[in-house]
C-alpha cells in the first residue's frame, strides 16, 4: 500500500492526461460502464462556538481502469464574513495546521487497497479536466479567447484545461481583490504561455470572450444577460454565479451529475448559514429533464448544435468516478517512477470476513 | 495515527464496553446529538465472469465522544449453492486470501484521522451489542432462556449481549449443520459459562425460551407463528427469517434503522440474485410507521409495556454510529494499552484545501 503526498500528484500528472482519463471515463459512464454512490455530507456542532463539524465522502468505480475510489473529507468548518459577504471557510484545525482530505484506490479484481493520498491537488485538476471536457464537446471549434471570474484555488485548473481542449490565445481575468487578479495573471500566463490580462470589471473579463468561466467564492450572481454573444459556451462550478436572466439566454445546459445537491445530513435541528447554494429553484423548474456530460461525451445527445447557440455546463455536483479516472492515471504515473511512501499491504487486509 | 488488527480489537473490547458505548450513543441519536450517513452499496462486474465487486461505505459521527467514524468494505462476491439455496460469499481475493474491511476513526474536533483497523471482529460487537440493548428494553425483566437460529459468524456476539444484559440460564442452538451447531455450542459455553444445548429442530430451539435470536444465513423464514409464546422477545439481524404470519403475531416491532435497506448503486441495467433481501413488502405496508431503538432507549417510545407482549427488534440496517461508539471505546482501551503500529500523522494531512 502506498501513501503519496500533494507534490507526488503534482509531479506525476499532467492536464493532459486528465483530460484523456475524464473523457473516456465519462463515455463509459454515458454508456452503464461505470457507476457511483452520490457525495453525501454530514454535520455536527464543533465544541467551539461558531464551528462546525463536517465530513463527506463519495466513490466511484471504473471496470476499465480496474479501480474504484473512495474520496472523504474531515473538516472544522466556520463562516467569516469577508469583503462583506459571508463564506464559509476550513479551519486547518489538525496538527500542523493542516486539513484532512483523503483519496483511497482500490482495486475492483481482487478489492486490496492500493494507495491514499490527500486530494487537494487532485481534486482541482479533475475538476478542471470536467470543465474541460464540457468546453470540448460544446464550445465552438475556433474558441480562442476565454474570460474567467476568480483567482480562487479553482481557476488555475480551470485555465489549463480550457488551453488542453481548444488553442487558446487570449485570457481575461476578473477578482474582487486586485492584488490576486494581477499576482493571478503573472503566474497563469507564465504557466500556460498565453496572454492573460487582469481586467477591473466582471464585464470585462465576459464581454466578447469564447469561454467564459465562472470559479469565483461569490455568493450572489455575477453575470448579466447582456454580457453575452451569440455561440459562447459558459461553464461554472457553482450554479450561484449566474443569475436567472443570463440562464434563461443559454441554449443548451448540460451538467455533471443529475443530483442538483449533495446528500446532506445534518445534525437534528441543526443549520448553518446556506452558502453552499445549490441549482436555484428556477434553474430546477425551468429545465426538469436536464442532461449530463457523460451522454454528450458517450453521443446520446449533442453537446453543441449550430454555432450562434449560447452554450452552459455545470460542473456540479462532483461524481466519484473523476477520482477513479484520474486517481487510476496517476497511479499508474507514480508507480512508474517510483514515488510514494510503503506500507505492508496486510496492515489493511483481514482474516475474517464480515 | 495507529494502524491496529482484528486481535487488538479482541484482546481490548469487552462485550460490557460495547453495550454501555451502543447504549449511550443510542440515547444521543434518539435526542438528536448524533448523525449518520445511511450506508451505501455500489456494485460492477468483476473481471471473472460469475463474480461481482462491491463497495459498500457508511459513516458517523458522535459529538459525546469527539468520534467521526466511516466503514467501507471493497469485496469480491459470488453467489454460489449451498446447502440447496444460494448464498452471497465474500471471496477472499485481496493478497493472502485476504478480504478488506475497514474502520478509521475521525476527530471531530480537529478532522484528524486517529487510527485504522478492520472490521471484522468489532462488526460483530457493534451487532451484537446492539441486539443486547434491544433485548435490555424490550425483553421480559426475568428472562433466562435463549434460543438461537444459526451458529455463524454473527452468533457468538448474539449471546455474549443476551448474556450481557439479563441473568441467561440456558441457551437452545440450532443450526442445519449438525457439527457446526455442536461445535459452537461447545465453544459458547466455554466463554459464557452458561448451559448451551444443540438442538435437532429450529422449532425445539425456539419453544419455551424468553429471548429468540434469528442469526443464521439462510434465504427462507424460519419461524412458525405456533412456536411462539407470550412475553417472549425476537431479535433478527435480517427480517427474511421471519415469515409473515410471525410477524403478525408481534405486539410491538422495533428497528435499528428508518431505512428499508441500504441505499443501493449497482451499474446501469445490471443485477445479482436478490439475497440481501431487506424488509418484505408485507411487513413495510404493515408498518408504515415503523420506530427505532434510538427513541427507545432515549425514552420517546416505550419498549415493552405489557409482560404478555410479544416484541420484535429488528437490527438492521446498520448505523455509522455504531462504529463511532464502539470504535471510540476501543480507540481509548487501544491508546492505554499502547496497541497498534504508528504511522506518522502527516502522511494523511495536507497543506492544501479543497
Known amino acids: 500500500m502506498l501513501v503519496f503526498d500533494n507534490d507526488d500528484v503534482k509531479n506525476a500528472l499532467s492536464m493532459d492526461v486528465c483530460l484523456d482519463a475524464i473523457e473516456e471515463t465519462y463515455r463509459d459512464y454515458g454508456q452503464g460502464q461505470a457507476v457511483n454512490i452520490p457525495r453525501a455530507d454530514m454535520l455536527t456542532p464543533h465544541p467551539q462556538e461558531g464551528y462546525f463539524y463536517e465530513f463527506k465522502t463519495m466513490s466511484g468505480a471504473v471496470p476499465r481502469y480496474d479501480i474504484c475510489a473512495l474520496r472523504l473529507s474531515s473538516s472544522v468548518i466556520g463562516f467569516p464574513t469577508v469583503l462583506g459577504t459571508f463564506r464559509k471557510e476550513k479551519v486547518p484545525a489538525a496538527p500542523g495546521n493542516r486539513w484532512l482530505g483523503l483519496i483511497m484506490l482500490y482495486r ?54 480550457m488551453c488542453g481542449v481548444r488553442k487558446i490565445t487570449e485570457i481575461k481575468v476578473y477578482s474582487p481583490n486586485r492584488d490576486h487578479r494581477y499576482a493571478f495573471s503573472v503566474e497563469m500566463e507564465r504557466e500556460l504561455g498565453v496572454a492573460v490580462k487582469p481586467v477591473g470589471s466582471a464585464e470585462e473579463a465576459v464581454r466578447d470572450v469564447d469561454i467564459l468561466v465562472t470559479a469565483s467564492n461569490a455568493m450572489v450572481p455575477l453575470t ?131
Open 108 to 161: 475492483i479484481s481482487n478489492g486490496e487497497l492500493l494507495c491514499v493520498f490527500p486530494d487537494g491537488y487532485l481534486q482541482r485538476m479533475r475538476v478542471g479536466a470536467t470543465s474541460g471536457i464540457g468546453a470540448k464537446y460544446m464550445a465552438v471549434e475556433r474558441a480562442a479567447r476565454v474570460g474567467i471570474l476568480g483567482s480562487g484555488f479553482q481557476a488555475g485548473s480551470q485555465l489549463m484545461a
Open 224 to 354: 448579466k444577460p447582456e454580457w453575452l454573444r451569440p455561440g459562447m459556451h459558459v461553464t461554472s462550478i457553482r450554479p450561484i454565479e449566474i443569475d436567472d436572466e443570463t440562464f434563461d439566454r443559454f441554449d443548451r445546459i448540460v451538467k455533471n451529475s443529475v443530483e442538483a445537491e449533495p446528500l446532506y445530513y445534518p445534525m437534528e435541528g441543526f443549520k448553518t448559514p446556506d452558502t453552499d447554494v445549490g441549482w436555484s429553484t428556477y434553474q430546477r423548474e425551468r429545465f426538469p429533464q436536464l442532461r449530463i456530460l457523460a451522454e454528450v461525451v458517450a453521443g446520446k445527445i449533442p453537446g453543441r448544435q449550430k454555432p450562434e447557440e449560447i452554450t452552459y455546463f455545470l460542473n456540479s455536483v462532483g461524481l466519484g468516478i473523476q477520482f477513479a479516472a484520474v486517481g487510476a492515471k496517476f497511479y499508474d504515473l507514480a508507480r512508474s517512477r517510483g514515488l510514494g511512501k510503503e506500507i505492508p499491504t496486510d496492515w489493511f487486509l483481514q482474516t475474517l470476513h464480515t
